[in-house]
């Protein structure tokens, strides 16, 4: 396939390259050149496509670095209610009733809706994921799918045995779509399940995906209880490992970030979820000031209601702005480059960047 024509946008230098040819062959990007001949005409080899991208702007694929997505079935179905509400009222009643199918359906949605808005890629943490796994293959996404496990309630130990054996038989069945092991959070899982989970995560070569400090009264209620932050106590469990996706982590202390960067985990930051349960944290501009890395995330359509990243983008620089009550916080030039990065914090080399080399995602 041949690209003729575009303008390259560069978020992280935030500049463009205009009258480009981009070669694609074998799901590669091969080259990335100055046009060779004028628009439609045709130079090329027998059986390729020819794009005529003249006046389009050419991005990569944008990464959502944390989703339930299935929950578009959902959407709508929780609002203006606190977090507790949100939770006992409304969602874990309908979870409750989720069927496998529900979640091939869901998934399949949601992945049109992000494939429209320009997502390619997701870290998709939920249930039933052997049937999300069959809805994104079907997609043409790339996706990293962690199977959402408690440790404790009702069925938990069937359900992490699920978890554990769709991770053994599904990883490396696809090249487009890895797996990853998702215990939910620190107020579903027992430390001592958590340590199981970092165990078997290491046996398997896995990574790890979940819920931390989403507010402040997880981390008081931690140090009151254990004398430790939400971060610490992930690291005591063994879940602060290289590539561990922390969602939220929007109560991280300044010794935690320090933390996290220094075991290789990363933050999936969803501004939509926070302005939605009217929390207001400047963790974006911390996360970033110390270094940690940082994607950006949508979170279930219940809680963030969109799957787009620009809009995630969008919000995180005035979440951002309004947390610091400081215009220059979360500026263009920070904020950005994270709809690229996502890639990075998943572990998936080359996604989200157009350059010579990486595997190529097409959406228009
Ligand atoms: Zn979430």
């Known amino acids: 396939m041949i690209l003729r024509g575009a303008t390259l946008l560069d978020f992280s230098a935030l500049s463009r390259r205009e009258g480009l040819e981009v070669r694609i062959a074998d799901g590669?990007?091969?080259?990335?050149?100055?046009?060779?001949?004028?628009a439609g005409v045709a130079q090329v080899g027998a059986g390729s496509e020819v794009l005529d991208c003249s006046g389009l702007y050419l991005i990569p694929g944008l990464v959502n670095t944390h989703s339930h997505t299935a929950m578009t079935l959902l959407r709508g179905a929780a609002e203006d209610?606190?977090?507790?509400?949100?939770?006992?009222?409304?969602?874990?009643?309908?979870?409750?009733?989720?069927r496998p199918e529900d979640v091939y359906w869901g998934t399949l949605l949601g992945a049109a809706?992000?494939?429209?808005?320009?997502?390619?890629?997701?870290?998709?943490?939920?249930?039933?994921?052997?049937?999300?796994?069959?809805?994104?293959?079907?997609?043409?996404?790339?996706?990293?799918?962690a199977w959402a496990s408690f440790g404790t309630g009702e069925g938990w130990e069937r359900q992490w045995a699920e978890a554990l054996e769709f991770s053994r038989s599904f990883t490396g069945r696809d090249p487009r779509l890895v797996i990853s092991l998702g215990p939910h959070s620190l107020y579903i899982c027992p430390e001592s399940f958590l340590a199981t989970v970092a165990e078997a995560a290491g046996e398997l070569d896995l990574k790890l995906h979940?819920?931390?400090s989403e507010e402040p009264r997880q981390l008081e209620r931690s140090l009151k209880e254990k004398g430790l932050t939400p971060v610490q106590v992930l690291e005591r469990a063994g879940v602060l490992r290289p590539g561990t996706v922390l969602a939220h982590a929007c109560a991280a202390t300044d010794a935690d970030l320090s933390l996290i960067r220094?075991?290789?985990?990363g933050i999936a930051h969803c501004p939509k979820t926070y302005?939605?349960?009217?929390?207001?944290?400047?963790?974006?501009?911390?996360?970033?000031?110390?270094?940690?890395s940082v994607g950006l995330g949508t979170d279930g359509p219940a809680s963030g209601n969109s799957l787009g990243i620009f809009e995630a983008a969008r919000d995180a620089a005035l979440l951002a702005k309004a947390a610091r009550r400081d215009a220059r916080a979360g500026r263009i030039g920070e904020v950005l480059p994270l709809c690229q990065r996502g890639g990075e914090l998943l572990g998936l080399?080359?996604?989200?960047?157009?350059?010579?080399?990486?595997?190529a995602a097409c959406t228009r």
């Open 275 to 292: 302005l939605k349960f009217g929390g207001l944290p400047d963790i974006l501009p911390r996360a970033l000031e110390a270094g940690v």
């Open 210 to 212: 979940i819920h931390v």
């Open 262 to 265: 220094e075991r290789g985990a």
């Open 28 to 38: 590669r990007i091969r080259s990335i050149a100055p046009q060779s001949a004028p």
């Open 81 to 98: 209610c606190t977090v507790e509400d949100w939770f006992n009222r409304h969602v874990w009643r309908y979870e409750r009733a989720l």
């Open 113 to 145: 809706e992000m494939l429209l808005a320009g997502v390619t890629c997701v870290a998709d943490h939920y249930f039933h994921m052997d049937r999300a796994w069959e809805a994104y293959r079907e997609s043409g996404m790339r996706a990293d799918l």
């Open 349 to 359: 080399p080359g996604c989200g960047r157009l350059a010579e080399g990486p595997p």
